[in-house]
C-alpha cells in the first residue's frame, strides 16, 4: 500500500525540534565509517530491515533506485537487525544486488537514530542534517520523491 506523505511518522514534530547536532555514526559492513556529517547537503534515508521480513524485502528494489538516481541527491543507508549470521545477511545483500551501504545493525544502535518497534523503519534526513520524517512500514520510490518535493515546496 503506498503511503501519503502526511502518513509518514513524526514529520511535523521532527522537522521542528530535530536539529544536526542529532547524528549518526556506523560502520558498515565494509569497514566504512558513515557519519551523518558526511552527507551534508544531501538527503540520507536510513533504513531498518530483515531479511525475514517480507515487507522490507519488497521496499529493497524501491530503495536501491531511489540510492541510484543522481536528481535526487540522496544516499540510502540500510541496517540489517535481527539477524543470526551476519554472512547470511551480506549473502543476502549480495543476491538482491544491493548498491547501498549495510550496516550489521542491532536495536541499541537505533538509539542513534530513532526508535525501531516494528520493520521495516525509515528515518530521512534533510539536506542540512536535520531529521525530519520517520516511518514504520514498508516505502516505495515515489513515497520518498513526493515527500521531499513537498519538503522543498516548504523552503
Known amino acids: 500500500m503506498t503511503m501519503r ?3 509518514w511518522l513524526l514529520a511535523a514534530l521532527l522537522g521542528a525540534l530535530c536539529t544536526p547536532l542529532l547524528a549518526f ?21 536510513v533504513n531498518f530491515w530483515a ?34 549470521n551476519p554472512r ?3 549473502e543476502f545483500a ?11 545493525g542491532s536495536y541499541a544502535m537505533a538509539n542513534q537514530i530513532g526508535p525501531v518497534r516494528g520493520l521495516p523503519t525509515t528515518y530521512l534526513y534533510d539536506p542540512q542534517g536535520r531529521l525530519v520524517a520517520g516511518h514504520m512500514g514498508p516505502l516505495t520510490r515515489a513515497d520518498v520523491e513526493r515527500f521531499i518535493r513537498k519538503q522543498a515546496i516548504k523552503r
Open 25 to 45: 555514526n556506523l560502520s558498515d559492513s565494509q569497514g566504512k565509517v558513515h557519519r551523518l556529517t558526511d552527507y551534508k547537503g544531501r538527503w540520507v534515508l
Open 88 to 90: 547470511q545477511v551480506l
Open 51 to 84: 531479511t525475514w521480513c517480507p515487507p522490507c524485502l519488497e521496499e529493497i528494489p524501491e530503495l536501491i533506485a531511489l540510492h541510484e538516481d543522481p536528481k535526487l541527491n540522496l544516499r540510502v543507508i540500510g541496517i540489517a537487525v535481527d539477524y543470526r
Open 94 to 104: 549480495e543476491q538482491m544486488m544491493v548498491s547501498y551501504p549495510i550496516v550489521l
Open 5 to 7: 506523505w502526511r502518513d
